[in-house]
C-alpha cells in the first residue's frame, strides 16, 4: 500500500471489455496526471458526499445527469447520488 498525501482521484477506471470491472483510478499529484491500476480489486470509500460524485465522474449514475455534462455512461444506475443526506449529530448535556 503507498499512500499519497495531497493526491486527488479524478475518476475510476473501468475494463475495455468489460465496462463494469473497475480496474483502476486516475489520480492527480503534484500537477501530474497518474493511473494507479489494481491487481486485484478496487474499495470505493471517498464518504457520503465524495463517493456518488467519484462514481458519476467515472459514468456510473442516472443517464440523464450524465448525458448532459459529456461524461461517458458506464453503467446507468439512477439510485447513484439521489437522497444524499448528511448524518448530523448534536450532542447536548444538562442537569
Not at 489520480?27 to 491487481?39: D, F, L, P
Not at 464518504?47 to 453503467?75: A, E, M, N, R, Y
Request: charged letters at 20%.
Amino acid at each position: 500500500l503507498q499512500i499519497l498525501e495531497g493526491a486527488t482521484v479524478l475518476k475510476l477506471l473501468f475494463d475495455s471489455q468489460n465496462r463494469t470491472k473497475c480496474i483502476g483510478a486516475s489520480y492527480e499529484y503534484r500537477g501530474q496526471i497518474y493511473s494507479a491500476m489494481a491487481k486485484k480489486e478496487v474499495i470505493l470509500a471517498a464518504g457520503v458526499f465524495d463517493t456518488p460524485k467519484l462514481l458519476q465522474l467515472s459514468g456510473v449514475g442516472p443517464k440523464q445527469w450524465l448525458d448532459p455534462l459529456g461524461i461517458d455512461l458506464v453503467v446507468n444506475n439512477p439510485h447513484v447520488g439521489t437522497n444524499l443526506a448528511d448524518q448530523m449529530a448534536l450532542y447536548t448535556a444538562f442537569e
